[in-house]
Structure formats: structure tokens, C-alpha cells
């Protein structure tokens, strides 16, 4: 068994947030206390066109990932929060690598949706590399053992 995603999940999904939020929160009630409010209130229009946007780009891209990805040889091991299924590469429909985001995703489409649904985002694990259009060699891997494992159900 081996470990596909990322080990910054946890700080993708918990930590920045906490952070972000907390940061904006702490914005707003200084600027209040100190009156600021009172002088301009467009100072609190920053921070909040802020968290909401910042709300929906962590909804879409980070809150969705997976916690932790398993490569167990013909399957994969998901698990996120208490919750855990295992996913033949035979019910995966396609592979998708997103390197343009951060943090980089992979996203499995399954043909029979499971537990998590019909797609599974994770963010994988990457080796260091200057060249900025390398593509990702997990996926690059699964896309590869996806065709053959659905060229096997097929026969």
C-alpha cells in the first residue's frame, strides 16, 4: 500500500482556512474597535468580498479533495474524514490532472458511483521539477493501469 496524496492535504484543507478566516475576522474587528468603521465604511467591503471568495475557491477547490489516497496494486484506498472506500481501477472512467491549480488535483470519475460519489479529487503527491508543464507522474501512472484493468473487465 502505497501513499498517492499529498501529505499538505490536511494543511490545504484545515489549517489555511482557519488561517484566511481568521485573519479577515481579526481585520474586521480591529478596523471596528479602532472606529475605522465610522470613518470609511467601505473598509469592511474588502474583507468581506474577501471571505466569500475565498469561501467559494476553497468549496470548489480544496474542501472537495480527499483526505488521504492508498495505491493497494488493482485498487485504490480513500479516505476522507472517518469515513474510507475501496475503488477498483475497473470502475474508473477517467483520469484527469489539474497542474494549473493549486494545490494540483487529480480527479478519478468512477462509472458506478460509490460512497463519494461519481468523482474523486485528490491532490497527489509530486516530486520537485523546475519545468512548470511537467506532467504529474501519479496520474500519468493511473491513466495508464485505468486503460489496462478497463481493457480486463472488458474481455
Known sequence: ???ISSSTTFVSKKVFPVL????????????????GVKQAPMLLAVPLVMTAVGFL????LVWSLADEVFDCGDFLL????????????SNIMNVSASTYVNPPRITLRL????????E??????RSFTL?????????E??????DRARWRRED
Not at 484566511?20 to 472606529?35: D, I, K, P, R, T
Not at 475557491?57 to 470548489?60: A, C, E, H, R
Not at 480513500?78 to 481501477?89: A, K, Q, S
Not at 501512472?141 to 485505468?146: A, E, K, P, Q
Open 141 to 146: 501512472d493511473l491513466i495508464v493501469r485505468v
Open 57 to 60: 475557491i476553497m468549496k470548489q
Open 78 to 89: 480513500i479516505r476522507n474524514g472517518d469515513e474510507e472506500e475501496r475503488v477498483p481501477l
Open 131 to 139: 519545468n512548470p508543464f511537467a506532467r504529474n507522474e501519479v496520474a
Open 20 to 35: 484566511w478566516f481568521g485573519f479577515l475576522g481579526v481585520f474586521v474587528v480591529l478596523v471596528s474597535w479602532s472606529g
Open 111 to 118: 462509472a458506478h458511483p460509490g460512497k463519494f460519489g461519481d
Open 1 to 3: 500500500m502505497k501513499k
Open 120 to 125: 474523486i479529487a485528490f491532490s497527489p503527491v
